[in-house]
């Protein structure tokens, strides 16, 4: 089943803020927030160990207890392994930092292989409380976690979680597989491969109106061309697309602020929102299958559900074109 059927709709809810991402959120709203989710219909939820030590998918386990679970999809991630260990010293996360400080001080190890794979789908389950998992992303086996390692960490998972999850999937234990990244590369290098066979994979951060043009050109019609679908995390990049201080986890260059500014002079000078903008522009590319924003209070939710909905102008996006704000051969949501 591709994957566009199996998410089913076209807003999900990406969980990474549950874990304490950048603050500590208190318990009753994070859970607030997933049943703000749920009440507005979104049946599509993502997670990952990574997500503040487990904290992400307790909570999403919790909200979500006693829903109807043939009435929603769930993903989430191999790769790390959550230890009943505490860490003590610093994390190491790459690019991203000190972004799950507040999150659980559980140590976090990285590990690609077949075990490992096994055994973070089995903790999953737990502390998400379900018997299954739909779907199942290789989690951030790419430059900006592993930097000159990443291709030798690639081969690990090519060799263990790759087969493992290709395995599961044809077994009908998951339906689906793939990359979740923050990098186009490593889902070209998979796509490259005669074998295994993923369904999809989670890009973040790769497809939005800031930064777009090496998935476009690169990744998007080759995923288009097999079947394949995308699913965009990050659409606001890291929240800097709608006035926040951070693009990629870090704060925004001057270059992005003013990219930023541009977008927004135009989208308020034909009195829409950028946040409509933003995720219009990603779901307008057909290899997309869904956007899933990141959410932390109650009241976003019902904001991105008026961002998919509002109704904006198609001089706005020929405007946006001729800007150069856009690549010009990206899918715009004009009508034919």
């Known amino acids: 089943m591709a994957l566009h059927d199996i998410i089913g709709s076209r807003l999900g809810f990406g969980a990474a803020p549950l874990g304490n991402m950048f603050r500590d959120i208190p318990e009753d709203e994070a859970l607030a927030t997933v049943e703000a989710a749920w009440n507005d219909g979104i049946r599509y939820y993502d997670n ?37 260990a505490l ?39 737990k502390r998400l409380r379900t018997d ?48 979740g990244v923050n990098r186009v590369e490593p889902i070209e290098l998979l796509l490259d491969l005669d074998a295994p066979r993923p369904d999809g994979s989670l890009l973040a951060g790769r497809y939005t109106l800031l930064d777009h043009g090496r998935a476009l050109q690169r990744l998007m019609p080759r995923v288009a061309e097999r079947g394949l679908g995308i699913v965009v995390g990050g659409p606001y990049s890291s929240g800097a697309l709608v006035g926040g201080p951070n693009f990629e986890y870090a704060p925004a260059t001057p270059a992005i602020l003013d990219k930023v500014a541009r977008i927004k002079a135009l989208a308020d000078r034909y009195g829409i929102s950028v946040k409509a903008a933003g995720l219009q522009f990603a779901l307008a590319n057909p290899a997309v299958a869904a956007v899933i924003p990141g959410a932390s209070r109650p009241g976003r939710i019902a904001e991105d559900r008026a961002a998919l909905e509002e109704s904006i102008p198609a001089d706005f996006w020929r405007d946006l074109r001729a800007a150069g704000l856009v690549d010009p051969a990206a899918p715009l949501p004009i009508p034919a």
């Open 48 to 84: 990952a160990p990574f997500y503040g030590a487990g904290l992400a998918e307790l909570r999403m386990g919790a909200a979500l207890q006693g829903k109807p679970r043939d009435h929603y999809v769930i993903s989430t991630k191999v790769g790390r392994v959550v230890l009943e």
């Open 87 to 125: 860490e003590d010293g610093p994390r190491d996360n790459g690019e991203k930092g000190a972004v799950f400080a507040h999150g659980r001080p559980n140590k976090v190890i990285n590990d690609y292989s077949a075990d490992a794979t096994l055994r973070s789908i089995e903790d999953s389950l």
């Open 132 to 179: 299954r998992i739909d779907i199942v992303w290789v989690h951030d086996i790419a430059q900006d976690f592993y930097g000159d390692d990443w291709l030798a960490m690639f081969e690990t998972a090519r060799t263990g979680a790759f087969r493992v999850l290709d395995r599961l999937r044809d077994e009908g234990v998951i339906r689906a597989w793939g990359l």
